[in-house]
Each structure stands twice: as C-alpha cells, then as structure tokens.
C-alpha cells in the first residue's frame, strides 16, 4: 500500500478520502490547450511547485474519492482499473494497489453502498469491475450504481453509430454493471444524501456532473472533469482539448469559476496532484488556486 495515494479531507459530518491509482503524470500543456507551450506553464508561477515542472510540464493525478454521509459509503468515480486495454500504454494491464488502498482509507470495497460516475470515460469508471476468472464481474455487488440517463444514452449512442475512437471501456466496466441489474440512471441534479448532491457540469460530456459536499456550514465541489488541471483558472474559457462540446465545456468552466470564486468551498480536482484541494482566488484578471 502507497501511503501517498491516500488523503483525507472532513467537510462538517462528512468524511472525504482519494486513492490514488496514477500519480503525479507529468505531459505537455499542449495535450490540454491546443497549441499550448513549455513556456506558457513556465510564466505562471504560482503553478509550482504542485501543478508543473521547472521544465513547464502539467502535473496531473488519476485518483477516486469515496465519501461517508448520513450512514452511507458513496464511490466518486472508480479510475482506469487492472487489466484493460486502452488506448494508451501506460493505462493498459495496470496491476496497483487500488483496492486495498480503499481498504486501508477505512472504506472496504464490501462496505460501498453508492458508486458515482461523473461521466463515463475510461478513467472514471474502470474499477466498476475486476477481472474474476477471465470474467469482468461488479466490483461492489452490494452497491447501486449511478449513471447520469443522458450520459449513459449518450455512450449507447455513440457505440451504435460507431462515432467514437476507443470504447473497450464500455464493454468491461459499464456493460458488465447494467447486465447485473446494478444501475439506476439518474438526473444531473440528483441527490445522493442530504449532504451531497450533484451539479450539472456539462461540456467535457454531455451529462457530465460535479458533486457538491455541503455539512455543518463546510462547502466542498469534487469537480469531474470540468476541469482538469488548475492551469484553467487563469483561463476558464478557453477550449479543452478533452471536451466533447468545447463551447459548451468553456460556458461551464467560466459559471463554475465565478460561482465559486473567493468562496469558502474547497474545490477538489479529480485530475488535480498533490495537494488535490484548494480555494479559486482572483488574481488580476484571472483566478488561480490557492492551496493553503
Ligand atoms: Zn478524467
């Protein structure tokens, strides 16, 4: 067990935890902001030393949260999992410690009760299963899965049209849960306790959601893939290569920003490394992240 993959935050009565499955990948702007360089990371200071390199690289995390709410264990999206062919080398065959880093946080897989997909990319819903026997079978046979009804439509869709690149996710960790009876299709504005609900963050795609935390007057966002590396803030409204609808991806980013700006609610980035959490702040024209 890696003790750095695991973190933990309370927000009021609610506990937060991530496990981490990739961490601290470090890649070019440019796989983010299109045409983006080295040299623009390098002028923002305030990125490092958490978020870039010296050498102007983003830093980013692949990681799940798992939160305890009024007597409930919620999964906030279940990360790339083992055994999967992917597009990419480094997230294919992966073998780590995710399962038992669950365990270790103080959250069994056994003991989850709600698994929440953000969306349904590759790497927000992989460790809805495991590879038992040469069968993709549910990770957490005792939970109810939640997918949004427009997302889940929306992958149904775009397998039957044969419109999108890399699908072998939907085979291995969204089939196998709807086959098992386990999914309840959801709308973006649904809630998952009293304490945490769901804010419709589309864009990125088409049903994508962020999940709001609030207890006791304590205020935190697990943002999905709104946002995937704190790099955005200075500039919310520019287009994300990793966005389905880009215009509508850069609508939500600039809402979101200005809604939860100068705040108390902790924003919480799924993508984003150690430390994972921290306040948008103004600064200038722009915002950024202030982690303490
Ligand atoms: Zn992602």
């Known amino acids: 067990m890696a003790v750095e993959h695991i973190k933990h935050w309370k927000v009021g009565d609610v506990e937060i935890a991530r496990i981490v499955e990739v961490n601290g990948w470090e890649d070019n702007i440019s796989m983010l902001l299109e045409n983006e360089t080295a040299d623009y990371v390098r002028s923002?200071?305030?990125?490092r030393p958490h978020f870039a390199t010296p050498e102007g690289k983003m830093i980013i995390s692949?990681?799940?949260?798992?939160?305890?709410?009024?007597g409930k264990n919620v999964m906030i999206d279940t990360c790339i999992g083992a055994d999967r062919q992917r597009e990419f080398d480094i997230f294919c065959n992966m073998?780590?410690?995710?399962?038992?880093?669950?365990?270790?946080?103080?959250?069994?897989?056994?003991?989850i009760n709600l698994v929440l997909c953000t969306h349904l990319h590759f790497d927000h819903v992989g460790w809805n299963t495991k590879?038992?026997?040469?069968?993709?079978?549910?990770?957490?046979?005792?939970?109810?899965?939640?997918?949004?009804?427009r997302e889940y439509e929306?992958?149904?869709?775009l397998r039957d049209t044969h419109s999108y690149h890399a699908l072998e996710h939907m085979y291995d960790s969204i089939d196998p849960v709807i086959e098992a009876g386990l999914v309840d299709l959801i709308t973006p504005d649904h809630k998952l306790t009293d304490e945490v609900s769901l804010i419709p963050t589309p864009g990125h795609t088409p049903g994508h959601v962020s999940v709001l935390i609030r207890s006791r007057g304590e205020e935190a966002v697990i943002t999905g893939d709104m946002m995937h590396h704190p790099i955005q803030l200075v500039c919310p409204e520019r287009h994300g290569r990793f966005d389905m609808d880009k215009e509508q991806g850069s609508r939500t980013r600039r809402e979101f920003v200005?809604?939860?700006?100068?705040s108390k609610t902790l924003i919480i980035g799924s993508h984003f490394p150690e430390p994972t959490s921290g306040w948008i702040v103004r600064d200038g024209e722009a915002w950024k992240l202030k982690t303490e």
């Open 44 to 47: 923002i200071g305030w990125l």
């Open 62 to 70: 692949f990681q799940a949260f798992v939160l305890r709410s009024q």
């Open 95 to 111: 073998q780590t410690t995710f399962l038992e880093d669950l365990t270790a946080a103080g959250f069994p897989p056994e003991s």
């Open 131 to 149: 590879l038992v026997n040469g069968r993709w079978v549910p990770t957490f046979p005792q939970a109810r899965y939640l997918f949004g009804k």
């Open 154 to 157: 929306h992958w149904v869709h």
């Open 258 to 262: 200005e809604r939860f700006a100068d």
